[in-house]
Every structure is written in C-alpha cells, then in structure tokens.
T-cell receptor
Framework: DQQVKQNSPSLSVQEGRISILNCDYTNSMFDYFLWYKKYPAEGPTFLISISSIKDKNEDGRFTVFLNKSAKHLSLHIVPSQPGDSAVYFCAAISSKVAGANNLFFGTGTRLTVIP | DAGVTQSPTHLIKTRGQQVTLRCSPKSGHDTVSWYQQALGQGPQFIFQYYEEEERQRGNFPDRFSGHQFPNYSSELNVNALLLGDSALYLC?????????????FGSGTRLTVV
C-alpha cells in the first residue's frame, strides 16, 4: 500500500523556468514531510522539509507547499538550473505513532532541466 | 569527514544464497536504518538499529536480519535470496532515532539476484 505517491515519473523544464513536483499522501497521521534529491550512484540527500503546522516553507530557490485538506504537497524550484536535474523523492513521517522512526517515500520524479 | 560508507557497491548472487551488506555510519552518528529501493520504486524501510538492538522493523520477512556493532557499524543479512530481492539497498545514519532531518544516506549496494 503506497502511502506516499508521486504520480509524475518524469518532468522536463527549460532552464530558468519553474519546476513543480507534486506529491500526495493518504495517511493522515503524517505530520512531517521531506524532499530528497538523488543523483545517480549517490544516496538521497535532504533538500527541504515542512511541518504540518505550516503551509509553506522556503529555502532559497526551493519552496515546499502543503495542503493538508487535500493531502497534497508540492516542491517549487525557481529558477530551475541544469544542476537540479536529478530524481526527487517526497517522504513523510509521523511523530504521533510511538516508536515510528521510519520515512515513507514516494516513487520519485525524475527532473530534467534543459539548458 | 567521511559520510556513510556502504560495501560492496555491487553484488551478484544466485537465488537461494545468502548475502551480507555492510554499513559504516557517518562519524558521530549512532543510529543506522536500512532501506530497500526496488527498480522504479522509492526506498522502503527495512529496519533500524540503535544501541545494538533492532528498534523498529518494516514489512519485511524474517529472511532479512541485521546487526549493529559496538562501533555503530551495521550489517544487513538476507537469507534464501529471491529474484525479487534484487534492489538498491540504502543505509542511512543519524545521531538519534527520530532525527530524520539529520539522516545521511550512503550510496547504496546494488544487489542483483540471478
């Protein structure tokens, strides 16, 4: 049962334009959400996160938006750069479940930024 | 400062065999989590080790077992390998169990079962 879903396997964007990556979740117990970036032959690296008490978090070119009622979050990258080309994973965790220390990941979206 | 080190990087095993994967956590980290990433899928949690004990386990059969050593390094063992065990196995370390923000992932071990 996939509790975190990324329905777009790939996305291509022109350099300088906005990239929008989407993520949906089904488990209402999730209260922290993270985005990871993964280059080939490397492990995922943490990019940005958001708590369920917020609806927006910004870090430089990266902004994550959370819509709790829709159980949807999105990552905006503005402006997109060729170095942003990677696979992006959405992940979620619940602080409400005792002993729950694991992340639930989506299937990833491969972003290609075209120079 | 070395990050998370996993070995080997690639491995080919025959169905029915056993395999051991190794992980050295980032310096200063004491918790190790293992994830399986099948082709086209996101990483799935296998288990987490802290203070040499398995603290939490995902939905994986008992064929998957692990160990953590006093120096915080960890092993993942898989018995009776199936073709479906072919995947990238990722190790993540952190300072405390719930510090997912502080997760550092290794580059993974690519296991192919033939």
């Amino acid at each position: 049962d996939q509790q975190v879903k990324q329905n777009s396997p790939s996305l291509s964007v022109q350099e300088g334009r906005i990239s929008i990556l989407n993520c949906d979740y089904t488990n209402s117990m999730f209260d922290y959400f993270l985005w990871y970036k993964k280059y080939p032959a490397e492990g995922p690296t943490f990019l940005i996160s958001i708590s369920s008490i917020k609806d927006k978090n910004e870090d430089g070119r990266f902004t994550v938006f959370l819509n709790k009622s829709a159980k949807h979050l999105s990552l905006h990258i503005v402006p997109s750069q060729p170095g942003d080309s990677a696979v992006y994973f959405c992940a979620a965790i619940s602080s409400k479940v005792a002993g729950a220390n694991n992340l639930f990941f989506g299937t990833g979206t491969r972003l290609t930024v075209i120079p | 400062d070395a990050g998370v080190t996993q070995s080997p990087t690639h491995l080919i095993k025959t169905r029915g065999q056993q395999v051991t994967l190794r992980c050295s956590p980032k310096s200063g980290h004491d918790t190790v989590s293992w994830y399986q990433q099948a082709l086209g899928q996101g990483p799935q949690f296998i288990f987490q080790y802290y203070e040499e004990e398995e603290r939490q386990r995902g939905n994986f059969p008992d064929r998957f077992s692990g160990h953590q050593f006093p120096n915080y390094s960890s092993e993942l063992n898989v018995n009776a390998l199936l073709l479906g065990d072919s995947a990238l196995y990722l190790c993540a370390s952190s300072l405390v169990a719930r510090d997912v923000y502080g997760y550092t992932f290794g580059s993974g071990t690519r296991l192919t079962v033939v």
